[in-house]
Nanobody, 121 residues
């Protein structure tokens, strides 16, 4: 079994910072691209940031310069460091990863349960 578990969500004031972590566990042979998505009430889920297995990041325009994605392959973790947070960043944030359970199989997409981030004064 493969699981993704997020942590670090909470309430923060506008302009503040928050650090989200996502750890993968279970029967895993390889983790390819990892990323973070978010979904606000009444809106569709959107991609926030991704990072390849080689460490190349990509961000949605609205978070460029404010968010930083990184990963620690030794502990199978992806981190989203969020700074200069705005009320419009409020959403449930979901961890995403492309994972192959064995060396013989192609990777498939796994999702975490989500962690709430609320930016409000």
């Amino acid at each position: 079994q493969v699981q993704l578990v997020e942590s670090g969500g909470g309430l923060v004031q506008p302009g503040g910072s928050l650090r989200l972590s996502c750890a993968a566990s279970g029967s895993i042979s390889r983790i390819d691209t990892m990323g973070w998505y978010r979904q606000a009430p009444g809106k569709e889920r959107e991609l926030v940031a991704t990072i390849t297995s080689g460490g190349w990041p990509n961000y949605v325009d609205s978070v460029k310069g404010r968010f930083t994605i990184s990963r620690n392959n030794a502990v199978r973790t992806v981190v989203l460091q969020m700074a200069s947070l705005k009320p419009e960043d409020t959403a449930v944030y979901y961890c995403n990863a492309e994972i192959a359970r064995t060396a013989y199989f192609n990777s498939r997409v796994y999702w975490g349960q989500g962690t709430q981030v609320t930016v409000s004064s």
